[in-house]
């Protein structure tokens, strides 16, 4: 392995020409002949092309930097050890003009390229790789986000990526202060632990570092490659979701309205190579699109506001339908009405939003309500209190509720069960691990109890404790959130006198429990106060019937009435 400089060759002796596009990113990996950059002269544009094979370490330019003859592109590790660093620098750049270039643009001439690569140290051993850590899962999980960039400074324990398993999102903390030297994955990828994620120069050993990057490398716009083989960049993918335009997705359920323009229109438009591909690959005609660059020169944030306008226009036009076929609900400038504070939502929280639209779009929802007489429950629970604040702890309704929920799941399995084969199968378990809703201010998390027929109301209590507090503290592993046959969702200590909670599919029903409280009770002869427990199952109506679900809550009505039935 071997680090190697590419450096503008002869550009016809135009001194000075403006870098328009970078088109590679740290951690690309870059064919012979792909294209680096773009410069623009005062006559054409040009690409400057790799004159070696391997992967981006430094990019040395940003858009708008001034670049002659000799000078830096980027540092490419080459796969080869060469014999004689003294290699030829890029090759000569691409005498194919870009065809948008202006009608007076002539062809610079190729010429010899002048010997001037240099090589640049690899890294020294006080540079750490940090890599992912135990995440509790032996699976693959997504890299979604990339929090830092290369030369930044972070601290120990500040966020460096966030990876996302089906349930939940984690974070990976710096296990130093320091600087990112270099990014090794891109968003997008799996993971798992032992993945080597950057490197990372810790902090007091600046001196021994390789190279640092030039300051514009930060700076540098990410754009995609040119090329069908490179891939994205980190930056493009991390953002994706978020940008119409930079999302496949999006893109496709929203089609510019505007007729397309033929392929000649579009080729005379003046725009660079990544670009034309991305024009391309979401099938925007480019000559429709105004470019806001030097001369007119179409940029990918023109691109992105294209997509954008035709968006708004087709929703304002014909109600433009979701990829669901439901009306999408359409964008408010709410700052039309007063003042506003827009927030970036958390990751949690997005991944809690799509499961929740899956599982409402799904399921068909019924949901059953229910008071159970908690009483007794109650004066048994506070009876314990000695013996809770002597063991150290306290104990609240959830763990009753948790056991009562196990005894009355077992009874009735198919309150448990899961749909698979596309409907044709039904799965019913023979363990019995609920999910507990915990409401953190990251957003809403759902660990799982195992196996809560077997343990203890002691043990259940503690597990409670401990799993919220996990959940509160970002720290549940992925398994502790996973296998759950049924959940429970407890808004009594916050009130509330009834919810329907939504299904946490695969699962097919899910309890919904609110704030007890005194009611007048009818005993048969008079009216005396009872500890009344609301009580709301919601269910899958392809799964549970009525009846099924009635069986079910009555049933945990009279466990949670007279808790002894628990034991029977
Ligand atoms: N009725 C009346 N009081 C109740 C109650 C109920 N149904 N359930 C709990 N309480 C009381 C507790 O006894 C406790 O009172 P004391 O401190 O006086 O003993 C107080 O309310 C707070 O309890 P808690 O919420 O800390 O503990 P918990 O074991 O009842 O619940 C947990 C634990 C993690 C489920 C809960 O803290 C939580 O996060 N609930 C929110 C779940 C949620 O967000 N669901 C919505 C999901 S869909 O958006």
Known sequence: MTNKTITVPDIGGAEGAEVVEVLVAVGDHIELEQSLIVLESDKASMEIPASEAGEVVEVRVAVGDQLSEGDAVVVVKTAVALVDT??????????????????DATVLAAATPPPSASTVTSAEPTVTRVAVPDIGTDGDVDLVEIAVQVGQMVEEGESLVVLESDKASMEVPSPAAGKVLRLLVE?????????????????????????????????????????????????????????PAS?????????????????????????????????????????????SGPRGRIVKEDLH???????????????AMTGTGIPAIPEIDFSKFGAVDPQPRSRLDKLTADNMVRAWLNVPHVTQFDDADITDLESFRA??????????????????????????????????SSLADGGETLVYKHYCHIGMAVDTPNGLVVPVIRDVDKKSIWELSAEVIELAGLARDKKLKPDQMQGGVFSISSLGGIGGRGFTPIVNAPEVAILGVSKSSTQPIWDGSQFVPRSMLPLSLSYDHRVINGGDAGRFLTELVGLLSDIRRMMM
Do not use: H
């Open 187 to 243: 968003s997008g990828i799996s993971v798992r632990e032992g993945v080597e994620l950057l490197e990372l120069e810790v902090a007091g050993n600046a001196a021994a570092s390789v190279t640092p990057p030039m300051a514009a490398t930060e700076s540098t716009p990410t754009v995609p490659s040119s090329t069908g083989t490179a891939s994205a960049t980190t930056e493009e993918k991390a953002s994706a979701p978020s940008t």
């Open 383 to 416: 009876s314990l209190k000695a013996e809770a604040e002597r063991r150290g702890t306290k104990i609240t309704p959830m763990p009753f509720l948790l056991k009562a929920c196990a005894v009355a799941l077992n009874a009735n399995p198919k309150l448990k």
């Open 305 to 319: 506001a294209f997509v954008k306008q035709a968006l708004s226009q087709g929703q304002a036009v014909s109600g």
């Open 86 to 103: 003294e290699t030829p620098s890029a090759s000569p750049p691409s005498t194919e003009p870009l065809t948008e270039q202006p009608a």
């Open 247 to 291: 999302s496949a997705s999006a893109a496709d359920g929203a089609k510019p309205a505007a007729p397309e323009a033929s392929a000649d229109e579009s080729s005379n438009a003046y725009a660079g190579p990544a670009v034309r591909k991305l024009a391309r690959e979401f099938g925007i005609p480019l000559a429709q699109v105004g470019g």
